[in-house]
């Protein structure tokens, strides 16, 4: 089994959100298979985050059993930033695994004891290429998160017909919780940073299922604090969070056009048009996404590799 003897860095990448990144700390602190080490990202936080880590890092009460390192970046990379830089940091600290979170997700006490025996018991059933797991996210009463559920295999219930009852196979997940093996970094990169937020998770969960589909741990379990339950799409852009869609429309029709075909491409920019108008955006708003669209064309971020320097 890999928790027998194999290392794990937890990658928590945290922007102003202070007081729920205390709380992911101390599910991390709970749990019953602790990694080897912890790795916080801030993200240039414009709060009160930097002198807490200060004081975090000089207290860390499981100084004698998990090592910390704060990586404090100069300006806010984004999610995908933040994650890239974190999981380059932990392939650095020489780590078998990554576990990846973001600061609003709490690791129930078990997730990581969970994580590492579906993993075995995943490369038992599957080989050795099985390039991630995942927790089963729930929002914090309990019920399934709607914007975090793993998208699954045609055949997702072939590893419980070998009798593993937990272990679902799918396609992509989010990075509320991903366990990623070293190799698969070495193999198929990092995120992309250049994404800043949305469809990072998306793309490299995507990209390094080409020869074996992930996995996700039904009873490893992540609540998800994210304010209000609900999947996300077009239909509901606005005045708001029409930043947020900017960046997801750009990067998922990169993704479609760059890494799929144009007909994928066009696909989705029907798909955005026809939702926009369903939901009656208003049509400022539109512009904007659809110059987002277009910006898709010749945005085509290039893999950066851990094993080699920054660009």
Known sequence: MPSAN?????????????????????????QTRLPEQLVIVNNASTD???????????????????????????ENAGGAGGFSAGMRKGYELGADFVWIFDDDGYPQPTALEKLLEGYGNAVKALGPDVPYVC????????????????????????LQAKGYDNLVMVTSC?????????????????????????????????????????????DSVVLHDMGVNQGVNYSMVNDKNVWKFSYGARNEGSYRLHHRNVWQYLYFCIMVHNAMRRGNVARPLRRKIYGQLLKAIKFNPKVDFPQQPEA
């Open 174 to 218: 989010s990075f509320v919780s991903v366990l990623v093996p070293r190799w698969v970094m070495e193999a198929f990169g990092l995120p992309y940073k250049e994404y800043f937020i949305w469809f990072d998770d998306a793309e490299y969960t995507l990209r390094i299922t080409k020869s074996c589909p992930g996995v996700e741990v039904t």
């Open 6 to 30: 194999k290392t794990v860095a937890a990658i928590v990448v945290t922007y102003n959100r202070l007081e729920k990144l205390k709380n992911v700390l101390a599910s991390l602190e709970a």
């Open 48 to 74: 009160d985050t930097a002198a807490y880590l200060a004081e975090y890092e000089r207290d860390f009460a499981l100084k004698d059993k998990v090592k910390i390192t704060i990586v404090t970046l100069p």
């Open 135 to 158: 927790s089963m996210v729930k929002f914090i009463d309990g019920s399934i998160s709607e914007m975090n559920n793993p998208v699954p295999t045609w055949d997702w219930g072939r």
